[in-house]
Protein backbone atom coordinates (compact mmCIF):
# COMPACT_ATOMS: atom_id res chain seq x y z
CA UNK A 1 0.00 0.00 0.00
CA UNK A 2 3.05 2.24 -0.38
CA UNK A 3 1.11 4.29 -3.52
CA UNK A 4 -1.87 6.03 -2.44
CA UNK A 5 -5.12 7.17 -4.52
CA UNK A 6 -7.53 10.04 -4.52
CA UNK A 7 -10.90 8.57 -5.15
CA UNK A 8 -13.75 10.82 -5.70
CA UNK A 9 -17.17 9.42 -4.33
CA UNK A 10 -20.47 10.31 -6.06
CA UNK A 11 -23.72 9.19 -3.92
CA UNK A 12 -26.64 9.00 -6.02
CA UNK A 13 -30.33 9.29 -4.69
CA UNK A 14 -33.37 9.49 -7.07
CA UNK A 15 -30.92 9.83 -10.08
CA UNK A 16 -28.97 12.75 -9.51
CA UNK A 17 -25.95 13.06 -7.55
CA UNK A 18 -26.16 14.51 -3.52
CA UNK A 19 -23.60 16.43 -1.59
CA UNK A 20 -23.48 14.04 1.39
CA UNK A 21 -25.27 10.83 2.88
CA UNK A 22 -26.95 12.94 5.42
CA UNK A 23 -27.29 15.95 3.16
CA UNK A 24 -29.49 15.09 0.42
CA UNK A 25 -28.61 18.70 -1.95
CA UNK A 26 -28.57 18.17 -5.18
CA UNK A 27 -24.77 18.68 -6.24
CA UNK A 28 -25.00 17.63 -10.14
CA UNK A 29 -28.34 16.21 -12.39
CA UNK A 30 -26.03 14.78 -14.95
CA UNK A 31 -24.41 12.01 -12.89
CA UNK A 32 -22.82 10.60 -15.89
CA UNK A 33 -21.18 14.08 -16.50
CA UNK A 34 -19.52 14.57 -12.75
CA UNK A 35 -18.19 10.91 -13.01
CA UNK A 36 -16.20 11.54 -16.75
CA UNK A 37 -15.17 15.17 -14.80
CA UNK A 38 -13.41 13.33 -12.33
CA UNK A 39 -11.96 10.78 -14.84
CA UNK A 40 -10.68 13.86 -16.97
CA UNK A 41 -9.06 15.91 -13.74
CA UNK A 42 -6.97 12.46 -12.80
CA UNK A 43 -8.78 11.26 -10.60
CA UNK A 44 -7.32 7.76 -9.84
CA UNK A 45 -10.67 5.48 -9.34
CA UNK A 46 -14.27 6.05 -8.50
CA UNK A 47 -16.38 5.40 -5.73
CA UNK A 48 -20.14 4.82 -6.46
CA UNK A 49 -22.96 5.21 -3.68
CA UNK A 50 -26.50 4.11 -4.03
CA UNK A 51 -28.68 5.50 -1.40
CA UNK A 52 -31.78 4.31 -2.96
CA UNK A 53 -34.76 2.56 -1.17
CA UNK A 54 -36.85 1.65 -3.42
CA UNK A 55 -36.11 -1.25 -6.19
CA UNK A 56 -37.51 1.06 -9.06
CA UNK A 57 -34.48 3.95 -7.71
CA UNK A 58 -32.11 1.10 -7.48
CA UNK A 59 -32.67 0.11 -11.52
CA UNK A 60 -32.49 3.71 -12.25
CA UNK A 61 -28.84 3.50 -9.87
CA UNK A 62 -27.71 0.65 -11.86
CA UNK A 63 -28.59 1.95 -15.11
CA UNK A 64 -26.36 5.18 -14.15
CA UNK A 65 -23.68 2.67 -13.31
CA UNK A 66 -23.31 1.31 -16.36
CA UNK A 67 -23.51 4.48 -18.43
CA UNK A 68 -20.41 6.06 -16.05
CA UNK A 69 -18.55 2.81 -16.70
CA UNK A 70 -18.95 3.81 -20.57
CA UNK A 71 -17.35 6.93 -19.81
CA UNK A 72 -14.87 6.81 -17.39
CA UNK A 73 -11.16 5.12 -17.61
CA UNK A 74 -10.48 4.53 -14.36
CA UNK A 75 -11.91 1.62 -11.76
CA UNK A 76 -15.24 1.95 -10.33
CA UNK A 77 -16.19 0.70 -7.01
CA UNK A 78 -19.99 0.64 -6.51
CA UNK A 79 -22.30 -1.00 -3.72
CA UNK A 80 -25.78 0.62 -2.02
CA UNK A 81 -28.81 -1.38 -1.46
CA UNK A 82 -27.33 -4.55 -2.00
CA UNK A 83 -29.89 -6.89 -0.41
CA UNK A 84 -29.27 -9.76 -2.56
CA UNK A 85 -26.90 -12.02 -4.73
CA UNK A 86 -28.78 -10.38 -7.89
CA UNK A 87 -27.97 -6.76 -6.59
CA UNK A 88 -24.16 -7.68 -6.49
CA UNK A 89 -24.52 -9.32 -10.06
CA UNK A 90 -25.81 -6.19 -11.67
CA UNK A 91 -23.23 -3.87 -10.10
CA UNK A 92 -20.55 -6.34 -11.67
CA UNK A 93 -21.88 -6.53 -15.06
CA UNK A 94 -22.80 -2.70 -14.78
CA UNK A 95 -18.69 -2.41 -14.77
CA UNK A 96 -17.52 -2.18 -11.29
CA UNK A 97 -14.32 -3.31 -10.33
CA UNK A 98 -15.78 -4.26 -6.58
CA UNK A 99 -19.06 -4.62 -5.27
CA UNK A 100 -19.61 -2.89 -1.66
CA UNK A 101 -21.45 -4.89 0.83
CA UNK A 102 -22.24 -3.13 3.83
CA UNK A 103 -21.30 -4.96 6.66
CA UNK A 104 -22.64 -2.63 9.46
CA UNK A 105 -26.06 -4.73 8.43
CA UNK A 106 -26.94 -7.91 9.83
CA UNK A 107 -27.66 -9.80 6.86
CA UNK A 108 -24.40 -8.75 5.06
CA UNK A 109 -22.46 -11.17 6.56
CA UNK A 110 -24.51 -13.95 5.17
CA UNK A 111 -24.61 -12.33 2.01
CA UNK A 112 -20.83 -11.43 1.87
CA UNK A 113 -19.54 -15.14 1.90
CA UNK A 114 -22.63 -16.08 -0.78
CA UNK A 115 -21.52 -13.63 -3.08
CA UNK A 116 -17.79 -14.05 -2.84
CA UNK A 117 -18.03 -18.01 -3.58
CA UNK A 118 -19.95 -16.83 -6.45
CA UNK A 119 -18.40 -14.01 -7.63
CA UNK A 120 -14.67 -14.44 -6.16
CA UNK A 121 -13.68 -12.75 -3.28
CA UNK A 122 -11.35 -10.50 -5.93
CA UNK A 123 -14.94 -8.85 -6.91
CA UNK A 124 -16.00 -7.64 -3.32
CA UNK A 125 -15.24 -4.86 -1.00
CA UNK A 126 -17.11 -4.63 2.34
CA UNK A 127 -17.93 -0.85 3.51
CA UNK A 128 -17.81 -0.21 7.36
CA UNK A 129 -18.51 2.54 9.90
CA UNK A 130 -16.32 2.53 12.93
CA UNK A 131 -13.53 0.26 14.20
CA UNK A 132 -15.12 -2.06 16.14
CA UNK A 133 -17.03 -3.46 12.69
CA UNK A 134 -13.57 -3.93 11.55
CA UNK A 135 -12.44 -5.38 14.60
CA UNK A 136 -15.43 -7.63 15.02
CA UNK A 137 -15.94 -8.86 11.09
CA UNK A 138 -12.05 -8.93 10.46
CA UNK A 139 -11.58 -13.09 9.86
CA UNK A 140 -15.13 -12.45 7.32
CA UNK A 141 -13.41 -9.47 6.06
CA UNK A 142 -10.04 -11.15 4.90
CA UNK A 143 -11.63 -14.68 3.85
CA UNK A 144 -14.10 -12.81 1.39
CA UNK A 145 -12.97 -8.90 0.93
CA UNK A 146 -10.26 -7.46 -1.58
CA UNK A 147 -10.89 -4.40 0.11
CA UNK A 148 -12.42 -2.17 2.73
CA UNK A 149 -14.79 1.05 2.50
CA UNK A 150 -14.41 2.90 5.44
CA UNK A 151 -16.12 5.44 6.51
CA UNK A 152 -14.52 6.16 9.76
CA UNK A 153 -10.70 8.24 10.34
CA UNK A 154 -9.91 7.60 13.79
CA UNK A 155 -7.37 5.27 14.70
CA UNK A 156 -6.08 4.36 10.87
CA UNK A 157 -2.53 3.46 12.01
CA UNK A 158 -4.40 0.92 14.06
CA UNK A 159 -6.12 -0.87 11.09
CA UNK A 160 -3.25 -2.06 9.97
CA UNK A 161 -2.50 -3.96 12.94
CA UNK A 162 -5.88 -5.65 12.52
CA UNK A 163 -6.23 -6.38 8.87
CA UNK A 164 -3.76 -6.28 5.88
CA UNK A 165 -6.59 -5.71 3.43
CA UNK A 166 -6.15 -2.41 1.31
CA UNK A 167 -8.35 0.14 2.86
CA UNK A 168 -9.90 3.11 1.02
CA UNK A 169 -11.39 6.11 3.33
CA UNK A 170 -14.26 7.86 3.02
CA UNK A 171 -14.61 10.98 5.39
CA UNK A 172 -16.46 14.66 5.26
CA UNK A 173 -13.93 16.47 6.68
CA UNK A 174 -12.28 19.39 4.47
CA UNK A 175 -9.39 20.03 6.04
CA UNK A 176 -6.54 19.96 3.40
CA UNK A 177 -4.71 18.76 6.80
CA UNK A 178 -6.50 15.66 7.93
CA UNK A 179 -6.82 14.56 4.17
CA UNK A 180 -2.75 14.73 4.47
CA UNK A 181 -2.69 12.64 7.79
CA UNK A 182 -5.19 10.20 6.58
CA UNK A 183 -2.73 9.27 3.45
CA UNK A 184 0.45 9.48 5.56
CA UNK A 185 -1.42 6.47 7.42
CA UNK A 186 -0.12 3.05 6.41
CA UNK A 187 -3.65 1.46 7.24
CA UNK A 188 -4.93 3.86 4.14
CA UNK A 189 -4.39 3.20 0.55
CA UNK A 190 -6.36 6.13 -0.36
CA UNK A 191 -8.79 8.38 0.43
CA UNK A 192 -12.75 10.07 -0.96
CA UNK A 193 -14.71 12.10 0.64
CA UNK A 194 -16.13 15.70 0.69
CA UNK A 195 -12.34 17.18 0.19
CA UNK A 196 -11.57 15.08 -3.13
CA UNK A 197 -15.01 15.96 -4.38
CA UNK A 198 -14.41 19.40 -4.63
CA UNK A 199 -15.72 20.54 -7.93
CA UNK A 200 -12.46 22.52 -8.51
CA UNK A 201 -10.61 20.02 -7.02
CA UNK A 202 -7.27 19.95 -9.42
CA UNK A 203 -6.25 16.08 -8.65
CA UNK A 204 -2.58 16.19 -10.16
CA UNK A 205 -1.81 19.34 -8.73
CA UNK A 206 -3.09 17.58 -4.87
CA UNK A 207 -0.62 14.77 -5.62
CA UNK A 208 2.57 17.28 -6.48
CA UNK A 209 1.53 19.09 -2.95
CA UNK A 210 0.93 15.26 -1.41
CA UNK A 211 4.18 14.41 -3.12
CA UNK A 212 6.01 16.94 -1.40
CA UNK A 213 4.53 15.71 2.17
CA UNK A 214 6.45 12.65 1.69
CA UNK A 215 3.20 10.64 0.08
CA UNK A 216 3.75 8.67 -2.57
CA UNK A 217 0.86 8.85 -5.43
CA UNK A 218 -0.28 6.70 -7.76
CA UNK A 219 0.41 7.84 -11.22
CA UNK A 220 2.29 6.99 -14.43
CA UNK A 221 6.16 6.78 -13.89
CA UNK A 222 8.96 6.49 -16.28
CA UNK A 223 11.55 3.61 -15.61
CA UNK A 224 13.94 6.15 -18.48
CA UNK A 225 15.09 9.63 -18.26
CA UNK A 226 14.28 11.38 -21.35
CA UNK A 227 18.22 11.62 -21.81
CA UNK A 228 18.28 8.26 -22.24
CA UNK A 229 16.28 8.52 -25.37
CA UNK A 230 17.89 9.10 -29.02
CA UNK A 231 16.77 12.32 -30.51
CA UNK A 232 15.94 13.30 -33.72
CA UNK A 233 17.88 15.72 -35.90
CA UNK A 234 15.88 18.62 -34.06
CA UNK A 235 16.28 17.26 -30.73
CA UNK A 236 12.67 15.59 -30.99
CA UNK A 237 11.30 11.86 -29.98
CA UNK A 238 8.70 10.70 -32.58
CA UNK A 239 5.95 9.24 -31.09
CA UNK A 240 3.38 7.09 -32.99
CA UNK A 241 -0.02 6.51 -31.26
CA UNK A 242 -1.99 3.72 -31.55
CA UNK A 243 -5.73 2.77 -29.92
CA UNK A 244 -5.22 0.69 -27.02
CA UNK A 245 -8.40 -1.16 -27.91
CA UNK A 246 -8.27 -1.60 -31.44
CA UNK A 247 -4.27 -1.44 -32.13
CA UNK A 248 -5.29 0.80 -35.30
CA UNK A 249 -2.45 3.84 -35.95
CA UNK A 250 -4.08 7.01 -34.92
CA UNK A 251 -1.53 9.55 -35.37
CA UNK A 252 2.80 10.74 -35.27
CA UNK A 253 3.85 13.37 -33.84
CA UNK A 254 6.91 14.59 -31.96
CA UNK A 255 7.54 15.30 -28.06
CA UNK A 256 10.66 17.20 -26.39
CA UNK A 257 11.34 16.26 -23.14
CA UNK A 258 9.07 18.87 -21.58
CA UNK A 259 6.24 17.12 -23.92
CA UNK A 260 7.54 13.83 -22.42
CA UNK A 261 7.50 15.09 -18.62
CA UNK A 262 4.16 16.90 -19.10
CA UNK A 263 2.74 13.26 -20.49
CA UNK A 264 4.02 11.26 -17.77
CA UNK A 265 2.91 14.25 -14.91
CA UNK A 266 -0.98 14.39 -16.22
CA UNK A 267 -1.77 11.25 -18.25
CA UNK A 268 -3.02 13.17 -21.29
CA UNK A 269 -0.75 12.96 -24.76
CA UNK A 270 1.22 16.15 -24.80
CA UNK A 271 3.33 16.70 -28.00
CA UNK A 272 6.26 19.57 -29.26
CA UNK A 273 4.54 21.47 -32.42
CA UNK A 274 6.78 22.26 -34.71
CA UNK A 275 5.02 24.68 -36.51
CA UNK A 276 4.46 26.59 -33.63
CA UNK A 277 6.87 25.88 -31.19
CA UNK A 278 5.31 25.23 -28.31
CA UNK A 279 3.76 22.60 -26.18
CA UNK A 280 -0.03 21.34 -27.13
CA UNK A 281 -2.08 18.74 -24.68
CA UNK A 282 -4.27 17.01 -27.59
CA UNK A 283 -7.59 17.55 -27.11
CA UNK A 284 -6.80 20.94 -25.04
CA UNK A 285 -9.07 22.92 -27.49
CA UNK A 286 -11.28 20.21 -29.34
CA UNK A 287 -12.22 17.68 -26.32
CA UNK A 288 -10.59 14.91 -27.97
CA UNK A 289 -7.96 14.20 -25.68
CA UNK A 290 -5.86 10.95 -25.69
CA UNK A 291 -5.47 9.65 -22.04
CA UNK A 292 -2.48 7.11 -22.06
CA UNK A 293 -2.47 3.43 -21.35
CA UNK A 294 0.90 2.54 -21.93
CA UNK A 295 4.12 4.00 -23.58
CA UNK A 296 6.91 1.87 -25.17
CA UNK A 297 10.03 2.64 -26.30
CA UNK A 298 11.23 0.55 -29.47
CA UNK A 299 15.20 -1.31 -29.22
CA UNK A 300 17.27 1.60 -30.69
CA UNK A 301 14.99 4.05 -28.51
CA UNK A 302 14.65 6.45 -30.69
CA UNK A 303 10.43 6.44 -31.26
CA UNK A 304 8.47 6.12 -29.06
CA UNK A 305 4.63 3.93 -29.23
CA UNK A 306 2.36 5.53 -27.18
CA UNK A 307 -1.14 3.16 -26.49
CA UNK A 308 -3.79 5.80 -25.77
CA UNK A 309 -7.59 5.93 -25.27
CA UNK A 310 -8.92 8.24 -27.61
CA UNK A 311 -11.50 10.70 -26.87
CA UNK A 312 -13.40 11.58 -30.34
CA UNK A 313 -11.64 11.79 -33.51
CA UNK A 314 -7.70 11.73 -33.80
CA UNK A 315 -7.11 13.38 -37.03
CA UNK A 316 -7.99 17.50 -37.08
CA UNK A 317 -10.16 16.89 -40.56
CA UNK A 318 -12.44 14.93 -37.90
CA UNK A 319 -11.25 11.22 -39.12
CA UNK A 320 -10.56 8.65 -36.62
CA UNK A 321 -7.46 8.13 -37.55
CA UNK A 322 -5.05 10.63 -39.49
CA UNK A 323 -3.77 7.50 -42.05
CA UNK A 324 -7.18 7.33 -44.16
CA UNK A 325 -5.25 7.75 -47.55
CA UNK A 326 -5.04 4.98 -49.41
CA UNK A 327 -2.34 5.46 -52.03
CA UNK A 328 -1.29 1.99 -52.89
CA UNK A 329 -2.92 -1.07 -52.59
CA UNK A 330 -5.97 -2.20 -50.76
CA UNK A 331 -7.20 -2.80 -46.73
CA UNK A 332 -5.64 -6.16 -46.05
CA UNK A 333 -7.26 -6.13 -42.84
CA UNK A 334 -10.73 -5.34 -44.14
CA UNK A 335 -11.80 -8.35 -42.32
CA UNK A 336 -10.60 -7.61 -38.76
CA UNK A 337 -13.81 -8.32 -37.50
CA UNK A 338 -13.78 -5.56 -35.24
CA UNK A 339 -13.64 -3.08 -38.69
CA UNK A 340 -16.29 -5.55 -40.44
CA UNK A 341 -18.93 -5.19 -37.25
CA UNK A 342 -18.26 -1.05 -37.69
CA UNK A 343 -18.63 -0.91 -40.96
CA UNK A 344 -21.77 -2.21 -41.42
CA UNK A 345 -23.27 -0.68 -38.00
CA UNK A 346 -21.97 2.88 -40.12
CA UNK A 347 -23.95 1.89 -43.03
CA UNK A 348 -27.09 1.22 -40.93
CA UNK A 349 -27.28 4.47 -39.31
CA UNK A 350 -26.69 6.10 -42.42
CA UNK A 351 -29.38 4.52 -44.12
CA UNK A 352 -31.29 5.74 -40.67
CA UNK A 353 -29.77 9.20 -41.01
CA UNK A 354 -30.11 9.65 -44.95
CA UNK A 355 -33.31 7.08 -46.07
CA UNK A 356 -32.80 5.08 -49.13
CA UNK A 357 -35.72 4.25 -51.87
CA UNK A 358 -36.11 0.54 -51.68
CA UNK A 359 -34.01 0.12 -48.24
CA UNK A 360 -34.53 -3.03 -46.29
CA UNK A 361 -33.01 -1.38 -43.29
CA UNK A 362 -34.95 1.73 -43.90
CA UNK A 363 -38.14 -0.78 -44.25
CA UNK A 364 -37.43 -1.76 -40.74
CA UNK A 365 -36.81 1.56 -39.36
CA UNK A 366 -39.83 2.09 -40.47
CA UNK A 367 -42.16 -0.47 -38.76
CA UNK A 368 -40.49 0.51 -35.91
CA UNK A 369 -39.10 -2.00 -32.70
CA UNK A 370 -41.45 -4.79 -32.75
CA UNK A 371 -41.28 -5.33 -36.62
CA UNK A 372 -37.15 -5.47 -35.93
CA UNK A 373 -38.21 -7.43 -32.66
CA UNK A 374 -39.75 -10.18 -34.30
CA UNK A 375 -36.91 -10.67 -37.30
CA UNK A 376 -34.58 -11.14 -34.44
CA UNK A 377 -36.81 -13.32 -32.80
CA UNK A 378 -36.96 -15.45 -36.64
CA UNK A 379 -33.42 -14.98 -37.34
CA UNK A 380 -32.46 -16.44 -33.95
CA UNK A 381 -35.12 -19.80 -34.81
CA UNK A 382 -33.46 -19.95 -37.67
CA UNK A 383 -29.64 -20.41 -36.31
CA UNK A 384 -31.01 -22.88 -34.01
CA UNK A 385 -32.81 -24.98 -37.05
CA UNK A 386 -29.32 -24.48 -39.16
CA UNK A 387 -27.85 -25.75 -36.10
CA UNK A 388 -28.50 -29.16 -36.55
CA UNK A 389 -27.76 -29.48 -40.38
CA UNK A 390 -23.89 -31.02 -40.77
CA UNK A 391 -23.49 -28.45 -43.24
CA UNK A 392 -21.74 -25.00 -41.53
CA UNK A 393 -22.44 -22.93 -44.45
CA UNK A 394 -26.07 -22.72 -43.51
CA UNK A 395 -25.04 -22.12 -40.24
CA UNK A 396 -22.80 -19.35 -40.88
CA UNK A 397 -25.55 -17.85 -43.66
CA UNK A 398 -28.20 -17.44 -40.57
CA UNK A 399 -25.42 -16.29 -38.28
CA UNK A 400 -24.89 -13.63 -40.30
CA UNK A 401 -28.39 -12.71 -41.27
CA UNK A 402 -28.97 -12.43 -36.92
CA UNK A 403 -26.35 -10.62 -36.59
CA UNK A 404 -27.18 -7.94 -39.00
CA UNK A 405 -30.72 -7.68 -37.38
CA UNK A 406 -29.02 -7.58 -34.03
CA UNK A 407 -26.97 -4.32 -35.04
CA UNK A 408 -30.48 -2.83 -36.60
CA UNK A 409 -31.98 -3.36 -33.25
CA UNK A 410 -28.85 -1.18 -31.63
CA UNK A 411 -29.43 1.36 -33.68
CA UNK A 412 -32.69 1.10 -33.08
CA UNK A 413 -31.94 1.67 -29.16
CA UNK A 414 -28.93 3.64 -29.29
CA UNK A 415 -26.13 0.83 -28.40
CA UNK A 416 -22.80 0.92 -30.15
CA UNK A 417 -20.52 -2.55 -30.43
CA UNK A 418 -18.19 -0.23 -28.02
CA UNK A 419 -20.72 -0.56 -25.25
CA UNK A 420 -21.05 -4.62 -26.15
CA UNK A 421 -17.13 -4.79 -26.45
CA UNK A 422 -16.89 -2.81 -22.88
CA UNK A 423 -19.54 -5.03 -21.35
CA UNK A 424 -17.98 -8.29 -22.32
CA UNK A 425 -14.56 -7.40 -21.19
CA UNK A 426 -15.92 -6.27 -17.50
CA UNK A 427 -17.13 -9.81 -17.27
Not at 34 to 53: I, P
Not at 75 to 97: F, Q, S, T
Not at 226 to 253: C, I, R, S
Request: aromatic share 8%; with cysteine; hydrophobic share 40%.
Amino acid sequence: MSYKRLTPCILIDKGKAVRWFNDKTVVADDVVALAKHYGDRGADELLVFDLSNSDEEHETAIDLMKRINRVISIPMIAGGNVRRPEDVKKILYAGAKYAMINLSKPDSVKLIEEVSKRFGKERIAASLNDFDSLFKQQHLIEQYCKEIVFMHRLDLNSVVNVTKVPCVVVTDTMEQEEILKILKSSGAKGVSGLFINQEGMDFNRFKKICTNEGIKMTSFESIMDFAEFKLNQDGLLPVVVQDYKTNEVLMMAYMNEEAFEHTIKTGKMTYYSRSRKTLWVKGETSGHYQFVKMLTVDCDKDTLLAKVEQIGAACHTGNKTCFFQTIVGSDYDAKNPLQVFEAVYKTIVDRRQNPKEGSYTNYLFEKGIDKILKKVGEEATEIVIAAKNPNTEEIKYEISDFMYHIMVLMVERGITWEDITKELADR
